[in-house]
């Protein structure tokens, strides 16, 4: 085996020998590993190159962010000014920091990537260069050596032989020159690989070297003071959040120490507070998804002066859903869920349907949507006047189950008395301006919000002269007695709301104000069952009928009504005011049969049909009883109006009333 030389002998190149040729494929060898390593050092130095300006670039991308951090305009940013001007500071020193990396990067591609590159290019490529001559020059030799030692012996040519050595002479002449360079180029190989592989190292390590004595040459001249004051600034935030997060640590401990009963529904151990302008939370919201179907949403409600407001999850903020001025809400029952309770818009032509988590929300939600439908929320102290209304309303709403029991459970009957409080003088003081609610109505006033018959009174509308009669009809002397002055007998299916004492019988606002102090008491107290009732008006009185018994549970007579009418707003509440104190159940009232001063009682009722026909009804009534008392204004009513088969009055309807000629009179059917 031969002996591996560190250079080749360019003496041996004219001779060629197999020695000469076994030296050289070591060479060739060596050449090629140095060409693949080559390669690889070059893509590992050019990853490091691409790093240090991939390096440059994040940093000028990271001072770019610094500088935004004032633009962001944070909504819990207030008291971010020293942050803000150190993340400035800091962009400036990110920014001499670039421009020391992007001149490193610079000093790597020009010392320590761009000679390798040019070491292979040049010296690595011009090998492969002459190895590939050199390989071309010694096929040509031997292609000339073969045709030579084909010449004939016997018959020799002498110009064909001429030819020949000429041409073997050229070839290896070609052949020595190739070699010869091809050797040289070996031999230096061994030289320049050691140049090529330590000179991009150098080159690194110099531009590193630069770039730390700058780095270095700006902290110390720069930074110093202002990073001991970045350290201390965050270790005195640090120290802050120590003491926040065991603050929140102890609060949460506290708040989960509390009873179980916190997140169970319907065990709040906190009284309802009935004075609240102001309310929120989430509430269940009925919405139609077709005909028939409806659907239920878990909604955030919240009200904001007088709207409520809703904002869905997710929503950046909420929207109006309802005007709650002179709004009304009772407590409802819907479907099979609990604590439902019902909002309607002044108009009547808009409401919701919601449902509360708990009792106690259930009840405080309809007595803030009470206080501000009342607009306390526009006075000086809203809570102050929600605390004294709420404590007159609880005086107010006492229930009364016996009309006997009226003026017992009043704080002071002379109060309800016309003459108590209310006067013609309070009055003529007061013109030209409205009438107050407590001109009207007592405070303390109690309710009633149902008619129950004693039993004796029970028995009085079955019995005639000790004998038993039928429930369902009346006595024969009723009946001769309703055939003489009946002339108008009307019925209308109602549902009596409740009744009161006011003071005054002579003005329409009483009537209002008493429908709307039952509609709030029904609310606060969560009364909304009622039952139906048939009011039946004829030409001398008014009775409210059971519909099943047929027993009268209250009638008086038409002249003792002395002011009726219907809700300006919500068609379907009509109201009436009686005068007297003596009235009975089925027996009918009287004259009053009392000394002093009479009393009046306000009664409030829900149709089926609109109030307007009601009153429409009563009006025609009083028209026949005052038209009874002279024959030929009685003949004259008679003429102009439509009459019966029978000979009663027909009722005009509500849209057509005004028509002077009897066009479009239609037959009013009963509502029962």
Not at 9 to 35: C, I, K, M, Y
Not at 137 to 164: F, G, I, Q, W
Not at 502 to 524: K, S
Request: proline share 4%; glycine share 6%; with cysteine.
């Amino acid at each position: 085996m031969p002996a591996v030389h560190h250079k080749l002998l360019l003496e041996d190149a004219l001779q060629d020998s197999p020695q000469t040729r076994s030296l050289l494929s070591v060479f060739e060898e060596d050449a090629a590993n140095l060409t693949d390593y080559t390669n690889q050092l070059l893509q590992s130095m050019q990853r490091v190159y691409g790093a240090q300006s991939e390096m440059g670039l994040a940093t000028e991308q990271l001072s770019r962010q610094l500088l935004a951090y004032e633009k962001k305009n944070f909504a819990l940013g207030k008291g971010d000014e020293e942050v803000v001007s150190t993340l400035q500071n800091f962009a400036n020193t990110v920014d001499e920091l670039n421009s020391l990396h992007l001149e490193l990067a610079n000093q790597m591609a020009d010392t320590m990537v761009f000679p390798l590159i040019q070491f292979r290019e040049k010296e690595l490529t011009e090998i492969s260069t002459l190895k590939e001559i050199y390989a071309i020059a010694t096929d040509e030799h031997e292609a000339a050596m073969v045709k030579y030692s084909r010449l004939p012996k016997k018959r020799e040519n002498e110009k064909l032989k001429a030819d020949l050595v000429k041409e073997v002479a050229y070839t290896r002449r070609k052949q020595h020159q190739a070699s010869l360079q091809y050797y040289c180029a070996l031999n230096a190989l061994q030289y320049r690989k050691r140049v090529a592989m330590l000179e991009p190292m150098l080159g690194y390590t110099q531009a590193q070297v630069l770039f730390f004595k700058k780095g270095l040459e700006l902290v110390s001249k720069k930074l110093d003071n202002f990073l001991s004051s970045v350290s201390n600034m965050t270790q005195n935030i640090q120290a802050q959040l120590d003491v926040e997060a065991e603050a929140m640590r102890v609060s949460q401990k506290e708040l989960l120490s509390v009873d179980d009963s916190v997140y169970i529904l319907d065990k709040d151990t906190e009284p309802v507070n009935r004075t609240l302008v102001q309310k929120a939370g989430f509430l269940n919201i009925r919405n139609k998804t077709g005909l028939v179907t409806t659907a239920w949403d878990r909604l955030y409600f919240f009200t904001q002066g007088g709207n409520l407001m809703c904002q869905p999850r997710g929503a950046v903020a909420g929207g109006m859903v309802l005007d709650l001025d002179n709004s009304s809400v009772m407590a409802i029952e819907c479907e099979d869920r609990h604590y439902c309770f019902q909002i309607t818009s002044p108009s009547g032509k808009a409401s919701m349907i919601l449902q509360a988590e708990s009792k106690k929300e259930y009840e405080e939600w309809i007595c803030t949507v009470n206080n501000i439908s009342r607009q306390i929320y526009l006075t000086d102290n809203p809570e102050a006047v929600a605390i004294r209304l709420n404590q007159t309303a609880i005086q107010a709403v006492t229930p009364v189950t016996s009309f006997e029991k009226r003026q017992e459970g009043s704080p002071d009957p002379d109060r309800a008395k016309p003459g108590g409080v209310y006067s013609t003088s309070t009055a003529s003081q007061k013109s030209g301006a409205g009438p107050e609610p407590e001109d009207l109505i007592a405070p303390g006033t109690p309710i009633q919000f149902d008619i129950v018959l004693p039993a004796s009174e029970f028995q009085d509308q079955n019995r005639v002269d000790g004998k038993r009669t039928n429930p369902f009809g009346e006595t024969d002397d009723e009946c001769s007695h309703e055939s003489d002055d009946s002339l108008l007998q009307q019925v209308f299916a109602v549902r009596f709301l409740g009744s009161m004492a006011v003071r005054c019988g002579d003005n329409q606002e009483v009537i209002y104000e008493a429908m709307r102090q039952v509609l709030a008491a029904r609310a606060i107290h969560n009364i909304f069952r009622t039952t139906e009732s048939h009011l039946m008006v004829t030409s001398s009185k008014l009775r409210l009928i059971d519909p099943q018994t047929q027993v009268t549970r209250i009638s008086f007579q038409l002249g003792e009504v002395c002011q009726f009418a219907a809700h300006q707003e919500n068609s379907r509440l009509m109201g009436l005011v009686v005068e007297g104190r003596a009235w009975s159940g089925g027996g009918g009232g009287g004259d009053d049969d009392e000394g002093g001063e009479p009393s009046f009682t306000a009664f409030v009722f829900e149709s089926n049909t609109e109030g307007e026909k009601i009153c429409y009804t009563m009006s025609l009534a009083k028209d026949i009883t005052e038209a009874k008392k002279d024959p030929a204004a009685l003949a004259q009513l008679m003429k102009n109006m439509p009459l019966t088969n029978d000979g009663k009055f027909l009722l005009l309807d509500a849209e057509s009333s005004d028509t002077p000629d009897g066009d479009g009179l239609e037959d009013l059917e009963s509502e029962a």
